[in-house]
């Protein structure tokens, strides 16, 4: 029998509640046998904030995710570098997965943004795209292809890592709010203590 695997691609800078909350409950509502988190590359060039180095975050992802037999990390971004596309991302872990059938969790923002994309049959060939939305949020489906894309509605949605960074830069608490392995790496490696990054 094929595999049902969630891909949840991310910044992860850093991981948090909302993001683990969203994989197991779209790894619940679609009997998904795994969720694989996959931590974007490093983007070449300084976009308007500096993101944390690819092994912090993927760390801190590894961190998050290890007391969950279901949850593992893919570093197929990481190592290919640069900026990361989601056809990629889909079209590596299609070749060394083939079997498996890939649901993409995103949120319902990125995946409006996903959806205005060009060579989106290509995306769609490769995985169903579920966008997790706060509840009550009506997701506007636009032009999308029939049955390509699912909503599902995730409780610590107002949770976010720029929230997290900001918290950090200002001396405040980000416990409860990332896992405590989490709160520790960010301590220990001194991440977001500059509020200019
Ligand atoms: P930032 O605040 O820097 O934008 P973020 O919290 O959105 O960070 P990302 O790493 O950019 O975190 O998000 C990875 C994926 O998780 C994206 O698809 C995003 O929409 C989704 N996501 C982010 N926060 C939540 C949340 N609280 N609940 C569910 N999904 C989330
Ligand atoms: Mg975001």
């Known amino acids: 029998m094929h595999r049902k695997i969630g ?5 992860f800078d850093p991981i948090h509640h909302g993001h683990l909350v969203a994989a197991s409950e779209v790894a619940d509502r679609f009997s ?3 969720v694989i988190f996959v931590p974007t590359g ?5 976009s308007e904030r500096e993101v944390s180095p690819a092994e912090d975050r993927y760390l801190m992802t590894v961190v998050a ?11 197929v971004d990481i190592d290919r570098g640069g900026l990361t596309y989601t056809a990629d991302t889909l079209a590596d872990l299609h070749a060394s997965i083939p079997d498996a059938e890939l649901f993409f969790i995103t949120g319902a923002d990125a995946l409006q943004q996903i959806l205005s994309w060009r060579k989106i ?5 490769y995985a169903h795209f579920v966008g ?4 009550g949020y009506e997701l506007a489906d636009g032009h ?5 894309t699912s909503t599902v509605e995730v409780p610590a ?5 720029s929230d997290c960074r900001a918290r950090v830069a200002a001396g405040r608490p980000v416990w409860y709010l990332v896992p405590d392995g989490v709160v520790q790496y960010i301590s220990k490696r001194s991440l977001y203590m500059d509020p200019g990054r």
């Open 7 to 11: 891909v949840m691609g991310g910044t």
């Open 32 to 34: 998904l046998d795994e």
């Open 42 to 46: 490093q983007p070449w060039q300084k």
């Open 65 to 75: 995710t290890a007391s969950n037999p279901r949850f593992s990390v893919s570093r």
């Open 121 to 125: 049959d290509e995306l769609f060939r």
């Open 132 to 135: 997790v939305t706060r509840p």
């Open 144 to 148: 999308l292809p029939e049955g390509s």
């Open 157 to 161: 949605m107002a949770i976010s890592s």
